[in-house]
């Protein structure tokens, strides 16, 4: 079935040339060649990045380790519960960043 298309050639509302759409699953090729280069880039130049890190100050690397955090742990987000008719906000749980850090983290803490 040819899909509708008015006369300057755009489709009609409701109709596409692709009615079935993306098939699901289906990524988007130019976010994964740009996801595979940034893969690429850290990969060869981790030591650097490592060094890097560890030659800020305290307090700049634990900011530094909680934004690169938002890369590696998939988001949390509130909730919220009905009980008996009362609506509790439940918050995400909290990330507490301890002693089980791998050594290349906790490194020029001294």
Same mark, same amino acid.
């Given at each position: 079935?040819?899909?509708? !298309?008015?006369?300057?050639?755009?489709? +009609?509302?409701?109709?596409?040339?692709?009615? /079935?759409? !993306? #098939?699901?699953?289906?990524? @988007?090729?130019?976010? %994964? *060649?740009? !996801?595979? +280069?940034?893969?690429?880039?850290?990969?060869?130049?981790?030591?650097? *990045?490592?060094?890097?890190? +560890? =030659?800020?100050? #305290?307090?700049? !690397?634990?900011?530094?380790?909680?934004?690169?955090?938002?890369?590696?742990?998939? /988001?949390?987000?509130?909730?919220? =519960?009905?009980?008996?008719?009362?609506?509790?906000?439940? %918050?995400?749980?909290? *990330?507490?960043?301890?002693?089980?850090?791998?050594?290349?983290? @906790?490194?020029?803490?001294?």
């Amino acid at each position: 079935m040819k899909a509708k !298309r008015d006369k300057s050639g755009k489709f +009609k509302p409701g109709t596409s040339g692709n009615p /079935k759409g !993306r #098939p699901k699953g289906a990524g @988007n090729k130019g976010v %994964q *060649i740009l !996801r595979d +280069k940034v893969k690429d880039l850290l990969e060869d130049n981790f030591d650097t *990045i490592a060094d890097d890190l +560890k =030659a800020l100050e #305290p307090k700049d !690397r634990v900011s530094a380790y909680i934004k690169l955090m938002d890369f590696a742990l998939p /988001k949390l987000k509130a909730i919220e =519960a009905k009980i008996d008719g009362d609506i509790m906000a439940v %918050q995400p749980p909290t *990330i507490v960043i301890g002693d089980n850090l791998p050594d290349w983290m @906790n490194e020029g803490d001294d």
